[in-house]
């Protein structure tokens, strides 16, 4: 199950970030100043064989979802991703999701 790690580490200049974590996955998430909108996220997943990470940005005039290798196993992210993310606040979940699918 991802749980949050506290205290994460703020980039000056960069929007503010949150960081979940388990055992072969982590999500780093990215908010305006205001921390009430979400600007980015990231999947990092099979840390414990060949990771892969899928990017999200929001960006002006629409929103992007990237796989550095440019391909990977949808069905098997969004199974993945929806065995871990119970503990996730709601909104953040959802839009993981909808990126996702």
Known sequence: MLVEIENVRQVPGE????WFVDENTDLIVWYD???ERITGFQ???DKKS???????QLKEGGKTLL???GRYSKRRVIRLF?????ELPP????LVEEALN
Request: net charge negative; with cysteine; proline share 0%.
């Open 50 to 56: 060949v990771q892969r990470c899928l990017t999200w």
């Open 67 to 69: 796989s550095a290798d």
């Open 82 to 86: 929806n065995s871990i993310s119970a």
């Open 33 to 35: 100043s205001s921390e």
């Open 91 to 94: 909104d953040l979940k959802e």
């Open 15 to 18: 929007d503010n970030r949150k």
């Open 43 to 45: 999947l990092c997943y």
